[in-house]
């Protein structure tokens, strides 16, 4: 039971507000809705350095013009088995998501598929792409290479020790679970 100076506010509503604050960015409502849902996920799986609390940056960044609002992200480079996707400078949630969906429509036909992407952006937690192979009854990794620029917790590129995430998410129990290993 919440105290009396906790207030809790529902997902529908932050994923609603988080919708609205993107489409106002100048997101496509259908793109505005994919990154406040896999922003949202970290939220409630307990990854809060993921979630709503990156929304004043990434709104300061697009109105910066420094994200594509309108990117076509598309497979440039393709094999039985793999991929490249072009991100088109776009929010890392929508090209994260595009490449897991994209894994998971080419692992259908071959059993196994490895998507790569290039000229994305800050992609949030990277258990929410691992997880989405999960729902075709999957097993989803993850991993991410980044450069020494990207959004720190101040909401300014910073020169630091990139995290370089991996995931792999094994198994669906009530909520993903999945195992996180950063250096």
């Not at 960015?25 to 259908?30: D, H, Q």
């Not at 490449?99 to 258990?127: D, F, I, P, Q, Y």
């Amino acid at each position: 039971m919440p105290s009396n100076s906790e207030t809790r506010v529902p997902a529908a509503a932050i994923r609603s507000f988080m919708t609205d604050a993107f489409c106002a960015c100048g997101l496509p409502a259908a793109d505005a809705a994919i990154t406040a849902g896999a922003m949202l996920d970290p939220d409630l799986s307990g990854s809060d350095a993921h979630g709503i609390f990156r929304l004043p940056g990434y709104v300061r960044t697009l109105k910066r013009g420094h994200i594509n609002v309108r990117p076509d992200i598309r497979v440039i480079e393709r094999s039985p088995a793999t991929a490249l996707v072009d991100g088109d400078n776009g929010m890392g949630h929508l090209v994260m998501t595009y490449v897991a969906n994209t894994a998971v429509e080419m692992a259908r036909e071959t059993g196994l598929a490895w998507v790569g992407a290039r000229r994305s952006n800050h992609a949030g937690a990277a258990s929410t792409y691992a997880a989405i192979p999960l729902e075709h009854g999957m097993v989803g990794i993850y991993s991410a290479v980044s450069g020494s620029n990207f959004m720190a917790w101040h909401e300014r590129a910073a020169r630091h020790r990139p995290a370089n995430p991996d995931q792999h998410a094994l198994w669906r129990r009530q909520a993903s679970r999945s195992l996180e290993r950063a250096p």
